[in-house]
Nanobody
Framework: QVKLVESGGGLAQPGGSLRLSCAASGSILSIQNMAWYRQVPGKERELIAVIYSGGSANYADYVKGRFAISRDNAVNTTYLQMNSLKYEDTAVYYC??????????????WGQGTQITVSS
């Protein structure tokens, strides 16, 4: 099995910055995609950034230029650097990992979610 542990959430002021981390552990042969989603009450979870095994990344338009996703394959961890935070960035943020197990099967896993609140 695989476990994802998120850290780094909390409170930030508008214009401020936060950095999220998501560490994967367990039966991991390789990680294909690592992504961050967010969800606000009453709305569906939405993809905001994804980074592929080769290092390329894609972003939702509303975070381009403000958020940066990265990954450290040596420690099976993805990061989300969030700058120029806005009130509307307030949400629960989830990491998602698509990976290959040692038994060669694939798995899709979610972190526990971390609350980001942008408030003055």
């Amino acid at each position: 099995q695989v476990k994802l542990v998120e850290s780094g959430g909390g409170l930030a002021q508008p214009g401020g910055s936060l950095r999220l981390s998501c560490a994967a552990s367990g039966s991991i042969l390789s990680i294909q995609n690592m992504a961050w989603y967010r969800q606000v009450p009453g709305k569906e979870r939405e993809l905001i950034a994804v980074i592929y095994s080769g290092g390329s990344a894609n972003y939702a338009d509303y975070v381009k230029g403000r958020f940066a996703i990265s990954r450290d394959n040596a420690v099976n961890t993805t990061y989300l650097q969030m700058n120029s935070l806005k009130y509307e960035d307030t949400a629960v943020y989830y990491c998602n990992v698509f990976l290959r197990h040692y038994n060669m099967t694939y798995g899709d896993y979610w972190g526990q979610g971390t609350q980001i609140t942008v408030s003055s």
